[in-house]
C-alpha cells in the first residue's frame, strides 16, 4: 500500500489543487456559455505543444501564442451569418487536426500523443507540484479579480454596461485565465479531455444548485470526487488517468441527472 501511495500521491495531490481552479472557472464557463469555445482552446494545446516542441520554447510559450490566435481568428471570424457554435466547432476540429499532423510529423513526440490526448497525472512527482500549485493560486486570484464583473455580465450584461463594465475587455480577461488553465490542466487530462473536467462538475452542480455560490461549492467537491476515482480507477482498469477522470464525471452527471428527474417526475405527481 505504501508503495502504491508513493506513485499515486503526487497525482492525486495535483489533481485535487487542479480542480480548485476548474471548479469555478467551469460554472463561469456555463453562465457565460462559451463551452464550444473552452474545447476550441482546449484543442489548440495541442498545436500549441507541436510548435514549442519544434521551436524548442518552453511548452507554456507555445500555448500561449496559439491561444492568442484563436482569439484573434474568433474576432475576425465574428459574422452573423454564420452561427458562433458551429465556428467554434469547426476551429475546434481543425486545431485538434493541425496539432495532431504537427505533433506527428514535426516534432519527436510521436510516443507521447496519448499523453497530450489524454493526459497522464501520474507522470508527475512531488517536484512538479509547488510549480502547479503556483500556477492555481495565480489563476484562482486573476479569477477572484474578474468574478465580480464575469457574474454581472452572465446574469445581466446591459446593466453590467450602464455600471461601467466593458464586455470586452472582461471577456479577453476571462479568454486568459481560461488559456491559463487549459495549459496547466494538459498533463492531467489532456487536449481532447479538458473541457469535460470544466464544463463536467459545474453542468452536474447545476441540477441540484439554488444559487450561484452553491453550484460552485457543490461543482468542487464532484470535481474533488471525479479526480480521487478517476486517478484510482485509473489504476485498477489501467487506462489513461484523464480518460479515467473524466469518465468517473461523466457517469455522476448521468446519476445526477437521472435521480434529478426522479425527484422532479415525484413531486410533480405530488402536486397533481
Known amino acids: 500500500m505504501t ?6 500521491a503526487p497525482a492525486w495531490i495535483a489533481g485535487s489543487i487542479l480542480a480548485l481552479l476548474s471548479a469555478p472557472l467551469g460554472c463561469l464557463v456555463l453562465w457565460r456559455r462559451m463551452a464550444f469555445f473552452a474545447d476550441a482552446l482546449a484543442h489548440g ?26 482569439v484573434l481568428g474568433l474576432v475576425f471570424m465574428d459574422d452573423e451569418r454564420l452561427p458562433a457554435d458551429a465556428v467554434l466547432a469547426v476551429v475546434a476540429v481543425s486545431l485538434l487536426c493541425l496539432g495532431l499532423l ?18 497522464n497525472l501520474l507522470e508527475l512527482d512531488w517536484a512538479d507540484l509547488p510549480l502547479l500549485a503556483g500556477s492555481v493560486l495565480v489563476g484562482l486570484g486573476l479569477l477572484a479579480y474578474i468574478w465580480p464583473a464575469q457574474v454581472k455580465i452572465a446574469t445581466h450584461e446591459a446593466l453590467a454596461r450602464i455600471q461601467g463594465i466593458n464586455p470586452t475587455r472582461q ?37 441540484w444548485s439554488k444559487s450561484p455560490k452553491q453550484m460552485v461549492v457543490i461543482s468542487l467537491l464532484i470535481a474533488q470526487l471525479g479526480v480521487t476515482l478517476g486517478v484510482w480507477g485509473s489504476i485498477w482498469l489501467d487506462i489513461q488517468t484523464g480518460l479515467s477522470i473524466v469518465l468517473i464525471l461523466a457517469i455522476l452527471f448521468f446519476i445526477a441527472f437521472i435521480f434529478s428527474k426522479i425527484i422532479a417526475t415525484k413531486f410533480w405527481s405530488a402536486r397533481h
Open 102 to 119: 504537427a505533433l506527428t510529423q514535426l516534432t519527436d513526440q510521436q510516443a507521447n500523443v496519448l499523453g497530450f490526448l489524454f493526459g
Open 171 to 207: 471577456r479577453l480577461f476571462f479568454m486568459g485565465v481560461l488559456a491559463g488553465f487549459c495549459a496547466i490542466a494538459l498533463q492531467a487530462v489532456g487536449s481532447l479531455l479538458i473541457s469535460g473536467l470544466l464544463v463536467l462538475p459545474a453542468l452536474t452542480a447545476r441540477l
Open 45 to 70: 494545446t495541442l498545436l500549441g505543444v507541436a510548435l514549442a516542441a519544434w521551436w524548442q520554447l518552453p511548452m507554456g510559450i507555445g500555448i500561449a501564442l496559439v491561444s492568442i490566435a484563436v
Open 3 to 8: 508503495a502504491w501511495l508513493a506513485i499515486i
